[in-house]
């Protein structure tokens, strides 16, 4: 862990994707921190104060929703970009995302190479108003 | 045929010149009686004839009534030639001449059906009870007083008593509405004139000798009698009648309210008429009647209190069918909820190791060092990954439209721009496949549509051009307008759709013969959902062309203003 490289912390029970999403990041320039469920995600989230969380839906303990709530409940995490990347296609799964301040939507399966410009994007000009 | 039709009319006609010749011929003589006895014996052979010639199902009826008439005949023959006191042997030929007839009506009623014949039965009876009452009172017990030997007496009686039989086979006769045909009308014509004939001459015999009119009544009943036999119809009077429920038509009412009134009027009318009065006659036929109109009440109200629990089972029936119906409709319903289920779960955990495969793929992919091989290899990969996801897409879309869950987020938005960047975006494929993929766009009024829809209804519509077109063939779009509304058409030059396969071609599922045998491949949900989309716009797709020159779609939305009146419907 370098200061100079941005940190995302990213959340998957499935251990595939949870390297795949590792791998994608780490190729465009953050320091990764993988967390199995949604407890371990919102500790690491709290105790590093990353500047990227990828978050997946369906996780034991606690599910991305739940963290993803939790964490814009608090004032000090409030601002952190979040992007929910996630199997649940549908629609009403996308806008209840976003209503819980999801700052991206992402549905799987995802292409790596736009996945990457996003997470760029979001670090380095955070968006407005969300 | 022929043959058959003849014989009832020559009969008719001729027996119609013999009653004119009887008055035509100078009165009491011998050549007169001759043609009195001459008519009475014909029809007596006419209706024997009638009964060999046309086979009916009971012959018995028809011999019996042949014997009963030439029992008359000979009657006749007697009272003209010898003897015209009473009694006689004219007698015992008379009055055996109406058992004859009288049983063998009995039998044509007795082929009838059990449940009409019963109310039919006892509303003879009724009449004839009111017949009789009358009978008795203004015929026969006057008899009784003016005879001087009993056999005389008896003899007199007799005529009446016979009358009233014949009368209540002929009303059971009349309260069947099983046949309606010549025959029937001929017969009871014949029986009416009889019954009218006797009653006359029995109210004042003394006033025959210058009632030489009733004779014709006599001699037409006679013919009728003949013709009746003898026409083809005949057959039908004994043939099981197919006779509907008993009812209690306005006539039957009117009947039976004037039989109950016959005891009352008998007293009236003699009362008027200063006649000594009958009470005890008078007392035992309005008993009968009464009985009898009882009975017959009785029986409508059994026939509807069946009918009430006929109509209970019925509709009980018919309740519980319905239930089951709900059941399977609920069941149904659940069925098809849990397969929307089933669709959506599977369509999550399909996504899950799609992620896998299509995201290694591509890491892989920018990675150097692969070897042209091997990038093949997994371009191929990554495209049937591609391929899986779409069908995956598409088999989610479906179950949230067949759930009546397509969400629309309409806007208004220019068609032709989406168009463009469709073609634009599909370019590549039609490249890779040396298609010439061309586009021709006019500019176009606003639509109000969800932008996502139209550019997946777009997106199908191509891939499909595309899919079913040969290497070097061409797919065009074109945009216009054609009020009220935008005119999408997306034509090539591929393999067709047979005209067999056009009806079904937007049912789900379905797929057209010319794509099977090329073993293109599909889930056959692409222009379902096309359709889907197209309609849940207010709008409408169809296709065009012929087989062999490829096929075009056309699809037309309405304008944006057109669609703020009507609202967008959900699609269910």
Redesign the interface.
């Known amino acids: 862990v370098t200061g100079q490289r941005p940190l995302a912390v990213v959340a998957d029970d499935e251990r595939d994707i949870l390297l795949l999403v590792a791998t994608v990041l780490k190729n465009a320039g953050f320091d990764v921190i993988g967390a199995r469920d949604g407890a371990e995600a919102l500790a690491e989230i709290r105790v590093r104060r990353p500047q990227l969380a990828v978050l997946d839906l369906s996780m034991p303990e606690l599910d991305g929703l739940e963290v993803l709530r939790r964490v814009r409940a608090d004032a000090e995490l409030a601002e952190i970009p979040i992007v929910i990347l996630s199997a649940r296609a549908e629609e009403a799964d996308v806008a209840l995302g976003y209503a819980e301040g999801a700052s991206k939507y992402v549905r799987k399966p995802f292409k790596p190479s736009e996945l990457a410009a996003l997470a760029s994007e979001l670090v380095h000009s955070p968006p407005e108003g969300l | 045929v022929d043959r058959l039709r003849t014989p009832w009319l020559a009969y008719l006609m001729a027996g119609l010149a013999a009653v004119g010749g009887y008055y035509a011929l100078p009165w009491d003589t011998l050549a007169q009686t001759l043609v009195y006895d001459g008519i009475g014996m014909s029809s007596a052979a006419a209706v024997a004839a009638g009964a060999v010639l046309h086979r009916p199902r009971r012959r018995a009826v028809w011999l019996l009534m042949a014997a009963g008439l030439a029992a008359f005949s000979i009657g006749d023959v007697i009272f003209n030639t010898w003897d015209s006191t009473s009694p006689s042997a004219a007698d015992v030929f008379y009055l055996g001449g109406y058992p004859l007839i009288a049983v063998g009506l009995g039998l044509v009623i007795r082929a009838l059906r059990t449940n009409d014949l019963r109310p039919g039965l006892v509303d003879a009876a009724i009449v004839t009870v009111g017949f009789a009452l009358c009978q008795w009172i203004f015929v026969m017990d006057r008899l009784t007083h003016t005879r001087s030997s009993t056999s005389a007496e008896a003899v007199a009686l007799a005529y009446p008593a016979m009358d009233v039989l014949l009368l209540s086979a002929l009303v059971v006769f009349f309260l069947t509405p099983a046949w309606r045909t010549v025959a029937y009308r001929l017969l009871a014509t014949s029986l009416v004139l009889l019954l009218f004939a006797d009653e006359l001459y029995g109210l004042s015999p003394d006033r025959y000798a210058t009632a030489s009119w009733l004779d014709s009544a006599w001699l037409l009943s006679y013919v009728l009698w003949g013709v009746a036999a003898l026409h083809p119809s005949m057959r039908a009077l004994t043939e099981p009648a197919v006779q509907t429920r008993p009812r209690l038509g306005t006539a039957r009412v009117h009947m039976l309210a004037a039989a109950l009134l016959t005891a009352p009027i008998v007293l009236v009318i003699e009362r008027l008429t200063h006649r000594p009065l009958h009470p005890i006659a008078v007392a035992i036929g309005a008993t009968l009647l009464s009985v009898l109109v009882l009975r017959r009440l009785g029986g409508l109200v059994t026939a509807l209190d069946r009918l009430r629990i006929e109509e209970r089972a019925a509709r009980s029936e018919a309740e519980t069918t319905q239930r089951l119906l709900a059941e399977q409709n609920e069941r149904l319903r659940e069925a098809d909820r849990l397969k929307d289920e089933f669709v959506?779960l599977i369509?999550?955990?399909l996504?899950?190791p799609?992620?896998?495969?299509?995201?290694?793929v591509?890491?892989t992919l920018?990675q150097d060092g692969l070897n042209d091989e091997q990038r093949t290899y997994l371009e191929i990969v990554a495209r049937n990954?591609e391929r899986l996801?779409h069908l995956v897409?598409d088999l989610?879309f479906v179950a949230?439209l067949e759930a009546g869950e397509l969400?629309l987020k309409p806007n208004e938005l220019d068609l032709a721009a989406i168009a463009r960047q469709s073609v634009d975006e599909a370019q590549p494929r039609a490249e890779a496949k040396g298609i010439d993929l061309s586009c021709e766009i006019e500019p176009v009024g606003v639509i109000r549509a969800d932008r996502g829809r139209m550019f997946q209804l777009l997106d199908n519509l191509l891939s499909n051009a595309i899919k079913f077109t040969p290497e070097g063939g061409r797919v065009a779009v074109q945009v216009t307008e054609r009020e009220p509304g935008v005119r999408l058409t997306v034509s090539d030059s591929g393999i067709g759709i047979p005209e067999g396969d056009r009806k079904r071609l937007f049912d789900r599922f379905f797929r057209a013969a010319s794509a099977v045998d090329r073993q293109i491949p599909g889930t056959g949900l692409g222009l379902y959902i096309a359709r889907a989309i197209v309609e849940a716009h207010g709008g409408t797709i169809s296709l065009d062309g012929t087989p062999a020159s490829g096929s075009t779609f056309m699809v037309e939305l309405p304008f944006a203003r057109a669609v703020a009146e009507t609202k967008l419907e959900l699609v269910t």
């Not at chain 2, 799609?354 to 290694?360: A, C, D, P, R, V």
């Open positions: 959506a369509s999550h955990d996504r899950t799609l992620t896998s495969i299509i995201g290694y591509e890491l920018d990954s996801l897409n989610l949230r969400e």
